[in-house]
């Protein structure tokens, strides 16, 4: 058989292939895996409001099975490899990244979000697990 027929049939094929997962995924939700949201702090202009918005935010995860892992709080932190890593790091966990897009636009959270940003000069970012 000719190459250019190949090519062809094994387009065909992965066309009805693609099809066919299609129409067996129809009707199904989807879920993505775990994920973790991670907040990264280079400087801390008042770690008494820092501790207060931790302190809170605890609560508003509830909802969202959400659960807080304070990792890193100062102390003495090297860097082996790259830049000086950031002064504090957080990791939240989720069950999906839809618990934790709820959890992030959730009106419990918009309410203490405010403390954190006037306090923590930093990033928060959501990394996301394997689909199951």
Not at 41 to 51: F, G, M, P, Q
Not at 125 to 132: I, L, P, T, Y
Request: contains cysteine; glycine residues 12%.
């Amino acid at each position: 058989m000719k190459s250019s027929y190949k090519i062809l049939i094994a387009g065909l094929a992965g066309l009805l292939a693609g099809a066919a997962c299609k129409s067996a995924l129809q009707g199904q939700q989807v879920k993505t895996g775990p994920v973790c949201v991670i907040s990264e702090s280079e400087t801390i202009t008042d770690a008494t409001a820092v501790k207060n918005y931790g302190a809170k935010v605890q609560e508003t995860l509830a909802p969202f099975n959400g659960h807080y892992h304070f990792i890193v709080a100062g102390g003495n932190v090297e860097s082996l490899d790259g830049d000086a890593p950031p002064r504090g790091i957080v990791v939240i966990s989720f069950d999906s990244s839809e618990q934790a897009h709820a959890w992030y636009s959730s009106p419990g959270y918009a309410a203490i979000k405010p403390i954190r940003l006037a306090a923590v000069r930093g990033r928060m970012f959501m990394v996301g697990g394997v689909a199951q």
